[in-house]
């Protein structure tokens, strides 16, 4: 657990912070809402912040990566756009305040679901360390043989309980996801996340991407039933994004996330001991401008956009 004080959050007019995660900022309006907002209660809308902030192995590290929180902001529009018509989601306005312009969202307030939907296509990660000590990942069995990289015979879910900040979050079972939402909530979330999922994986693969897994969370719209997709989505954060033509299972893939950096921080060149309880080290100017790099490169391969 990371021993780091909060991060500021900045100070932004007509709205008032209430918390920090460890990449977003979270505020509500100051007062009643104004211009095409005013037909939303007070309480009905939250401004959502993007920042440059990165973390690895549950720590906030001490260098921001420039441009990050643009960018997550950008890629998550555009998802919301490709995906509407599979699911609503909690965007209302990017008419925000010139002080977080480009890497914030007006969103409307949802009751968050206590677990993150994750869909996995590909065997990284948590899901491999799992395999590889009980051949099944929160209770789906795979076929035995499978290597790190391997591409899984269909996708599934694999939901986690959230985490408070600097905790990691733990894969669970189906069943007991249900047990926290109810089985008929817990089965529209999976079928819900395989589905964007699916939808997700066609969209990269036709601009070259690999996606490997991601991460959703579903709120509903108080006193409603309606599941709402919430939070960032399928941006580098949240996902593990592979350049198809460099994919082959059996070893680490390169990818479009902050993978560069934790390899970084495990490596003899940090002087990092992850497990001795010291604070992570700043970093070096070159993995901050290679990291960035992977960001944009993201970024304009899925959407076709310049950065």
């Not at 960018?71 to 509407?84: K, P, R």
């Amino acid at each position: 657990m990371s021993d780091a004080p909060p991060p500021a959050a900045p100070q932004v007019p007509g709205w008032r912070h209430v918390a920090s995660g460890k990449v977003r900022d979270l505020y509500v309006p100051d007062a009643p809402p104004a211009g095409s907002l005013a037909v939303e209660p007070a309480d009905a809308v939250v401004l959502l912040v993007a920042s440059d902030r990165i973390s690895a192995y549950d720590y906030v590290l001490p260098t921001p990566i420039p441009d990050k929180g643009a960018i997550l902001t950008a890629l998550s529009v555009w998802w919301f756009e490709q995906l509407a018509d599979v699911v609503p989601n909690h965007l209302v306005s990017l008419d925000v305040p010139g002080a977080v312009a480009g890497r914030a969202m007006i969103c409307r307030r949802l009751d968050m679901y206590p677990v993150e939907c994750v869909a996995r296509g590909y065997l990284a990660g948590s899901g491999l360390a799992e395999y590889r000590e009980t051949g099944a990942v929160c209770g789906v069995e795979l076929p035995p043989g499978l290597v790190e990289g391997s591409k899984l015979p269909r996708p599934i879910f694999t939901p986690a309980t959230k985490a408070d900040l600097g905790e990691h979050d733990e894969n669970v079972t189906f069943e007991k996801a249900a047990a926290e939402v109810g089985e008929d909530v817990a089965t529209r979330l999976r079928d819900l996340t395989l589905e964007l999922y699916t939808r997700a994986s066609q969209i990269a693969a036709g601009r070259g991407i690999i996606l490997a897994d991601t991460k959703f969370e579903f709120g509903r719209r108080p006193g409603t039933d309606e599941i709402v997709l919430g939070d960032e989505v399928l941006t580098p954060d949240s996902s593990r994004y592979w350049p198809a033509e460099t994919w082959q299972p059996g070893r680490p893939q390169p990818s479009f996330d902050k993978q560069y950096v934790r390899d970084w921080l495990a490596s003899p060149a940090s002087g990092w001991d992850r497990t001795g309880g010291a604070l992570p080290p700043e970093l070096p100017a070159d993995v901050v401008e290679k990291t960035r790099a992977r960001y944009v490169e993201a970024y304009e391969r899925l959407t076709g956009r310049a950065f």
